[in-house]
Each structure stands twice: as structure tokens, then as C-alpha cells.
């Protein structure tokens, strides 16, 4: 069957996400093999169908939204382990003595944007949160009911008038929300 | 030395299989595993059990590089190299990759690829030391033990059924339930409390014989449920037990345990709400952005939360109407009066309990049974959890045990029984005959204002018990007070005993002298206290109305400058710069 790429980890790739990310080394090694166990093709690179074949994703409604925001970070169709880590990083708590890059409280914002802004031109529109709300709530709301809530929504967050919620917008209204603590995964060491 | 080793060259031998030992290898790499198997040491385990559980400790694997001559073992993840660790991943790692082709017998290759997949598992994910199994044990431990504290500490029982009623029906008729867990809590305590202090005391050392302790058939002083049941001497038993002290002081601790609980948890609650009560800012967002719970894993779960979020979306605004709770009380100048009182207390408990259940099927239930025999759901339709009489008529339940706590001791046990049938009762009830309300309330405040309610009704009830522990003699056939003149005489006489220099200083603390300017003192701290508050809140109100104001006077201004704009595209002038870059000008 002969492997392409390589999918061994090296140690200057270790110490390489170990810099940018700021995981432990034994993070990093635990989660690569997470990485190997879910490439089904062994190839290196994950695809979206090996993402949403972990159960916990598969039956989470925002699932399909979570993997989406995966791949924003690799504008492909595929995630390699770099990328990987990168999008993990964000989940990493906020410690006020280590250094955070990817995990502030901009960057778990971003990520969570990106889960809402469907075709990635930087704006929640009016259609985007009704996918969401499909999604969230499914049936047994009406058309008009949701179209509301959509509608309020706009109404309370957008500020500069243009009917849709930038990512400035969103973060304003997501001021008071403990994002630090509600966007942050405990990895084990 | 990367420890790399070049994929394409190396193939695998097998170079020796055995029962119990089989060894492969390349060139650079050597595998030996021999086998785990071992006698159980341990009494009662199986052979099997031990060899599952010391599997992570007894694997045995050795690998050597030519290479580097380094002989690395595993065994318990105990490693000395971390550099050779990630070799002999690597090595494994290849190993799983191409042992597929490798020319050998299929279970050989069956039996090799598990052995490497089992190592690869092992040290993956274990670089650290800590042991496997000791780590998933503790982290067991912790689990149970994190659960049986949130159960014990913050009442976390039932918490599945109102998870459920709280999806279904929303938070309003959650909050009922709750507020009956809370109740639930309160009444344990009091009746743990008193029992240990008082009714177990009497019954172990006290004169009255064992037999009469329990519930007797006829409502008779001769019980441990009645205040007449109990001993008048100082000293009681051969432990001299202090009895009528102590009957006086818990009920004391006990009245005090309860209006500090309520308080506190109305201080928390009101924290709570000021925290997040600025989720009034942006509602919609927040119930959009924020609601969904990515922690959920089972279907179940799932289902619940979507139908929560959906109950949730559906806002309405009800206040709950309030209605004067009534308090009577009742005197008899018989002898033995306060069992008399305690008697009829507790009859009116059995009433009320017996109320309580017959209401519901009485009402809910017969609803719910004419609408689905005689298809009455269009005209008529199933009930509504009606939550305001549900809750007042918990509240009345728990005045009536205050009311009764001094004649009749142990009826917060009484009440504690009938908290867990009620709660199991309205809940298989409101799920059979109840529909979800139309107009959802937000029920963040309304668990505050039952236990405003709830105070109140406290305070209320302890204004006849205080009258009758301290206007009327109590009776001088029965009693653990029956020989005193006043029941407050129980503390005197232990005050009598203290040291003259004690005895003073309280004698001119207690004189009117000093506690009259002491209370007056108070009240002036509390009226300036309240006047402080009151001004806080006029202060918040009125920049509440600004921000509001400010907020949304922007918005217009940045609408009206953008259809400005874009009227002025539409007509198509030429482009004045003055007019896109002016803006209304600021009062």
C-alpha cells in the first residue's frame, strides 16, 4: 500500500508545534496518536468524513458547524496534523503566565465565528443564523418564528447598519460571556 | 539521531516464534514479547481478571537497536530514554505499516500486528509514568466522589427528572421542583437535628419506656412526636443529660439554622442574577450563540437540550400573582396544651398532604381523563402545571411545620417524607396530565421571590411560637418544662451558674439601659443602609436607560447616514465628498 507522506513524528516538528502552540510535549504525542487513530487512509491528512465519524461530533447538531471551522484554517479539504494542532490550540485555557497566541480570548472568538459564518466572507447574515437555528432547533418552530428570532438577533448585535453581524459585532455582544472558561478544554499532560 | 528509520528499505523477519515468545525483527530492530500470563496472586481474582489487570503493568517488551546498541524495555512505561521511546515508536509504527505484506502465516501476522498496536497504545499514550490503571482508578475515585460531594453539598439529587421537566416544560415549572428540593434539604436538617438532640437523647436515657417512643395509635402525649413525651428534669438518665435545655436550645439552633439557610441562598441567587442579569443586553444573541451544550453526548441528552433551547426561545413575560398566605393559629388553656397543639398541628400536615394529592387528581388528572375518553382535546385541551398554587402550597406546608416545630418536634421528618412522595407525585403527574404553559416566565427572579415567600412565612410563624414560649406558662402536667414558671426560666437557672463577673456583664447587657439604645442603633443602620440601596438602584436604572438610549440613538444616526448614502448613489450626483462625510450633527 506504501506511505506518501510522512507520518512519523519527528522531534523538530514536536518542538515546532510545541512553539506555536504551546502544548506539552506529552500533549503533542497524545493527540498525534488521536490524529493517526482517526486518519483512517493513513495518509496524514484528516478529511471532513473522518471528523464527523466520531460519534460525539456525528450527533451534536452544531457538529457539521465545528468541523467547518476546522478547515477554515486549511482552505482545503484536508487537515494535517500542523493545521490540526493549530485548531486545537485555540481550546487551550487561558493561563495568564504562559504565552497565549492562539488560545486568547480573540482567537476562541474567532473560531466560534467562523462555526456561524457559513460561506467565510467574514459576516453573519440573515440566512447563516437560520441555518443555525434549523440546525439548533429544528422542527417544530415556525418559518416565521425563526425568521424573527433571526431578525432580533441582527437587530441587537449589528451596529453599523448593514443588516449582517461582523466579527467586531459579534465580539461586542459576546462581551459579558465567560468565553474563557465556556471555549476551554483541560487536555491531559 | 532522529531514530528514524528509512521506511522503504527495512523489511520484517520473524525470526523466532514460540508459544508464549515470539521475536521480530529487521535489521536496526529487534521485537521480543513474551508472554503475560501469570498465577494470580490475589485471592479471589481469577487468572484472567489478574492478567487484564496487571496487563499494563506486566507487558513485556524489548527492543533493540543496533543502531545505537540501546536496549530499551517496556514495562510499566517505566523508561529511561524518551529519545528511544519515540524510536521504538516509530519502529512499531513501520512495523504495523508494511507487516501486512510480509510473507508469513496469517495469524503470525494477526498475532504480530496486535502485539505492536497493543505497544504503540501503551506508549502513545503513557510517556508519562504514571500508571494506567492506578491513573484510571483514581480518576474513578475522584468521579464518584465528586458526585456523592455535589449530592451531600448542593443537593444534586433528582437532578436527571428536573433536567427533564425543564425541557419539557420550561424553567417556570422547574423552579417548582426545585424549590421542593430546597424545602427537601431544609426540613432534613431541622429533623436530623432535633431528632439527635432531643428524641433520640429521650429515648435512650429518658424515664418513659421504649415501647411508647414510636407512633402510638391514638394521638396521645405518650409519643416521641409530641412535646408531652418528654423529661422535666434538669438532669435526665443516668447521663445527665441536660434534656429541657437542649429541647429549648435546638429549637432555638434549629429556627436560626433556617433563616440563615434562606438568606444565604437568596444572597447567592441575587448575586447570580446581578452577574448575569446583563444578559439583558443581548438576549437573542446569547440564546443563539450560547445555548447549545457541546458537553452532551447522548441522544437523549441532545433531544432534551434541543427541546429545552426550543422552550426557551419562545419568550414571554408573566409575573406570578401573589395571594396573602394565611396563618392561624390555635390556643388551648387545657393541661398538657402545647401536646393538644401539637396534635392538631399534625393533623392538619396529614390534611394537607392528603389536599395536596387529592387537588392534583382532582383537577390535572380528571382533565386530562375526560379530555382523552371523551377526545375532548380541541374544545377543552389538558391543563396547565399551574406553578404559583403549587409553590404557595408548599410554602403554607413548611409554615405549618414551623408553626408546629416547638409542640410537635419531629415533623420536619413528617415533612421530609412527604417532600419525596410529593415530588415523585407531581412529577409522573405533570408528565401524564400536564402540557407545557403557553406564556414562559423567566424564572431566574421567581426562585429569589419564593424564598422571599418563604422567609417571610418563617418569620410569621414564629411570632405565635414566641408568644407561647413566652407569655403562657407552660402546662404543669407535661413537658420538659412543666416545672418551670416560664420556659425562658431553663436558661436562667443555667445562667445562675455562671461566674459573677459573666453574670454582670450579661445582667447590664440585658438591662434596658443598654439594648434599648442597641436596637435603636440598628434600626437607624438599617433604614440607611436601605436608603443607600434604593439610591444604587435608581442609579443603575438610570444608566441602564442611557446605554439603551445611547445605543440605539447611534444606530439611527448610523441608518440615516447610510440610506443618505445611499440615496445619494441613486440618483446619481456627482460625488460630494461633504455630504457622505458629514454626519448629523450631536444635540
Known amino acids: 500500500m506504501g506511505s506518501k507522506a510522512s507520518i512519523l513524528l519527528q522531534d523538530e516538528e514536536v518542538s515546532e508545534i510545541q512553539r506555536e502552540t504551546g502544548f506539552s510535549h506529552n500533549q503533542i504525542v497524545r493527540l498525534y496518536s488521536r490524529f493517526t487513530s482517526l486518519d483512517k487512509t493513513n495518509n496524514g491528512f484528516l478529511s471532513r468524513e473522518d471528523f464527523l465519524r466520531i460519534p460525539e461530533l456525528a450527533i451534536n447538531p452544531l457538529g457539521d458547524r465545528i468541523v467547518h471551522a476546522f478547515f477554515q484554517e486549511s482552505n482545503d479539504d484536508s487537515v494535517n496534523f500542523r493545521q490540526f494542532m493549530r485548531t486545537l490550540a485555540r481550546f487551550r485555557p487561558i493561563k495568564t503566565n504562559r504565552l497565549n497566541e492562539l488560545n486568547s480570548r480573540d482567537e476562541k472568538l474567532k473560531f466560534a465565528f467562523k462555526m456561524y459564518d457559513l460561506d467565510g466572507d467574514d459576516k453573519i447574515s440573515r440566512e447563516e443564523l437560520l441555518a443555525v437555528l434549523h440546525m439548533m432547533v429544528g422542527a417544530n418552530i415556525s418559518e416565521e418564528q425563526l425568521g424573527s428570532i433571526a431578525d432580533r438577533t441582527i437587530a441587537e448585535a449589528d451596529q453599523d447598519g448593514d443588516s449582517m453581524i461582523s466579527f467586531e459585532e459579534f465580539a461586542k455582544a459576546m462581551e459579558r460571556v465567560d468565553v474563557e472558561q465556556k471555549m476551554s478544554i483541560r487536555f491531559l499532560h | ?587
Open chain 2, 1 to 587: 539521531m532522529s531514530g528514524r528509520i528509512p521506511l522503504e528499505e527495512e523489511s520484517i523477519h520473524l525470526l523466532h516464534q514460540d508459544d508464549g515468545y515470539s521475536e521480530y525483527g529487521s535489521g536496526n530492530n529487534v521485537i521480543r514479547r513474551t508472554s503475560t500470563r501469570r498465577r494470580s496472586t490475589v485471592p479471589g481474582l481469577s487468572d484472567v481478571d489478574y492478567m487484564r489487570r496487571s496487563r499494563y503493568r506486566q507487558f513485556y517488551t524489548e527492543a533493540r537497536s543496533n543502531d545505537t546498541g540501546q536496549l530499551y524495555q517496556g514495562d510499566g512505561g517505566r523508561y529511561q530514554d524518551r529519545g528511544s521511546v519515540k524510536e521504538s515508536i516509530n519502529f512499531h509504527l513501520h512495523f504495523l505499516q508494511s507487516c501486512r505484506e510480509q510473507p508469513w502465516p496469517m495469524r503470525q501476522k494477526i498475532q504480530a500486528a496486535e502485539q505492536a498496536r497493543e505497544f504503540l497504545r501503551l506508549q502513545t499514550g503513557r510517556l508519562d509514568t504514571i500508571d494506567s490503571f492506578q491513573h484510571r482508578q483514581l480518576q474513578a475515585v475522584r468521579e464518584t466522589s465528586r458526585k456523592a460531594n455535589d449530592t451531600i453539598f448542593s443537593l444534586s439529587i433528582w437532578k436527571g427528572k428536573i433536567k427533564k421537566i425543564e425541557a419539557y416544560f420550561g424553567t417556570g415549572v422547574s423552579s417548582y421542583f426545585v424549590f421542593l428540593r430546597t424545602l427537601l434539604w431544609l426540613n432534613l436538617v431541622m429533623g436530623v437535628l432535633v431528632f439527635c438532640f432531643i428524641s433520640l437523647p429521650q429515648v435512650l436515657i429518658g424515664d418513659g419506656t421504649v415501647l411508647n417512643a414510636t407512633f402510638g395509635l391514638d394521638f396521645v402525649q405518650n409519643t416521641i412526636f409530641f412535646y408531652g413525651f418528654y423529661d422535666s428534669s434538669r438532669y435526665v438518665g443516668s447521663a445527665d443529660y441536660m434534656l429541657p435545655l437542649a429541647y429549648f436550645m435546638t429549637n432555638l439552633v434549629v429556627i436560626l439554622y433556617c433563616v440563615i439557610s434562606i438568606v444565604m441562598r437568596m444572597s447567592v441567587k441575587y448575586k447570580k442574577t446581578k452577574k448575569t442579569g446583563t444578559t439583558e443586553d443581548y438576549p437573542f444573541s446569547w440564546r443563539l450563540f450560547c445555548s447549545w451544550d457541546h458537553s452532551v453526548t447522548t441522544r437523549e441528552g441532545v433531544k432534551e437540550k434541543i427541546s429545552a433551547i426550543r422552550t426557551d426561545f419562545k419568550v414571554g413575560d408573566t409575573s406570578s400573582s401573589t395571594s396573602p398566605v394565611d396563618v392561624t393559629t390555635g390556643n388551648d388553656s387545657l393541661c398538657c396544651w402545647e401536646t393538644v397543639v401539637g396534635e392538631e398541628i399534625f393533623k392538619v400536615v396529614l390534611l394537607d398532604i392528603a389536599a395536596s394529592i387529592l387537588a392534583v387528581l382532582g383537577t390535572d388528572a380528571l382533565r386530562a381523563c375526560l379530555v382523552k375518553c371523551l377526545g375532548l382535546t380541541q374544545k377543552l385541551g389538558y391543563g396547565e402545571f399551574s406553578i404559583a398554587t403549587s409553590v404557595l402550597e408548599l410554602i403554607y406546608g413548611q409554615g405549618l411545620i414551623w408553626l408546629g416545630l416547638y409542640f410537635s418536634p419531629l415533623l420536619p421528618l413528617i415533612a421530609v417524607v412527604k417532600l419525596v412522595i410529593l415530588f415523585y407525585y407531581r412529577y409522573y403527574m405533570a408528565k401524564l396530565t400536564n402540557v407545557p404553559p403557553q406564556k414562559m416566565f423567566r424564572a431566574s427572579r421567581s426562585g429569589n421571590f419564593y424564598l422571599a415567600l418563604l422567609l417571610t412565612t418563617l418569620l410569621l410563624c414564629l411570632i405565635p411560637v414566641a408568644l407561647a414560649v413566652i407569655v403562657i406558662p407552660p402546662s404543669r402536667d407535661c413537658g420538659p418544662f412543666r416545672a418551670l414558671d416560664h420556659v425562658y426560666d431553663v436558661l436562667l437557672q443555667e445562667i445562675g451558674v455562671l461566674p459573677t463577673w459573666l453574670q454582670d456583664t450579661i445582667n447590664i447587657i440585658l438591662s434596658p439601659a443598654v439594648f434599648v439604645p442597641v436596637i435603636i442603633i440598628l434600626i437607624l443602620v438599617i433604614l440607611y443602609y436601605r436608603a443607600q440601596a434604593s439610591s444604587y438602584r435608581d442609579v443603575i436604572a438610570d444608566l441602564r436607560m442611557q446605554l439603551h438610549f445611547e445605543r440605539s440613538e447611534g444606530k439611527r444616526k448610523v441608518f440615516a447616514a447610510a440610506a443618505k448614502r445611499g440615496q445619494i448613489k441613486k440618483e446619481e450626483k456627482p460625488v460630494d465628498n461633504s455630504a457622505l462625510v458629514e454626519l448629523p450633527e450631536e444635540p
